[in-house]
């Protein structure tokens, strides 16, 4: 069976604070892929970066990194300097190359940025 | 561009009331999704379509819901009757190339069943 564990249910932060998102996972398939995406309050889902599990190289695109390892089945997203604007739900999800592509999500982490 | 559009935003309906919830897709998108999300369940992905021909709907709750992709640009999902437990953010999502590929979501429709 397929799983994704967002344990942090809700995070607060004040503005220019960095935050790290938690995502760990657990799945038999041997290729899978990994993604994040980010729900403001406007409701949208917008995606913010896919992975696949033969590439652990970490990315860093402007503030946001995300650290792949695959030893300990995590996937964690981090937010530097953080701003207002990133306030949002933040779901992580995992789809398996024997599932198809039934993509299954994280329960999600709530961010608060303070002013 | 216009991104996923869905119809209606909203939707109030009463027990026992067929609904139908609508989706278009971005142009050239091959792949299109129905999620369903719920403070209790959270996102969970109810079927999806390859060039309009389902391809896994062992998301789909019950018998009462049936979802339809008569061509490239339109899919509906229906649920009749409808039951307050079905109350619900419904999301439509399109992707292209691969079900590999990122998925852009429409905004949503907030379905309240009374």
């Known amino acids: 069976a397929q799983k994704v564990t967002q344990a942090q249910t809700e995070i607060s932060v004040v503005e220019k604070e960095d935050v790290t998102l938690d995502c760990v996972y657990e799945t038999r398939d041997t290729t899978y892929y990994l993604f994040w995406y980010k729900q403001p309050p406007s409701g949208e889902l917008v995606f913010l970066i896919r992975r696949n599990s033969f590439d652990e190289q970490n990315e860093i695109s402007g503030r946001y990194s995300w650290n792949f390892q695959k030893s300990t089945s995590s996937f964690n997203f981090t937010i530097t300097a953080s701003q207002v604007v990133d306030s949002a739900v933040y779901f992580c999800?995992?789809?398996?190359?024997?599932?198809?592509?039934?993509?299954?999500f994280g329960a999600g982490t709530r961010l608060f940025v303070k002013a | 561009d216009a991104g996923v559009i869905q119809s209606p935003r909203h939707e109030v309906t009463e027990m026992g009331q067929e609904v139908t919830l609508r989706c278009k897709p971005i142009?050239?998108?091959?792949?299109l999704f129905w999620y369903r999300q719920t403070m209790m369940r959270g996102l969970e992905l109810l079927i999806y379509?390859?060039?309009?021909?389902?391809?896994?709907d062992s998301g789909m709750p019950e018998d009462r819901f049936s979802a339809k992709m008569p061509n490239a640009s339109f899919s509906t999902l229906k649920i009749q009757p409808s039951e307050p437990r079905d109350s619900a953010v419904y999301f439509c999502a399109s992707s292209i190339g691969t079900g590999l590929n990122e998925q852009f979501f429409g905004p949503g429709t907030r379905l309240t069943v009374l």
């Open positions: 379509f390859n060039n309009n021909v389902p391809i896994d």
């Open positions: 142009s050239g998108h091959d792949y």
């Open positions: 999800a995992l789809m398996g190359n024997t599932g198809g592509f039934k993509t299954i």
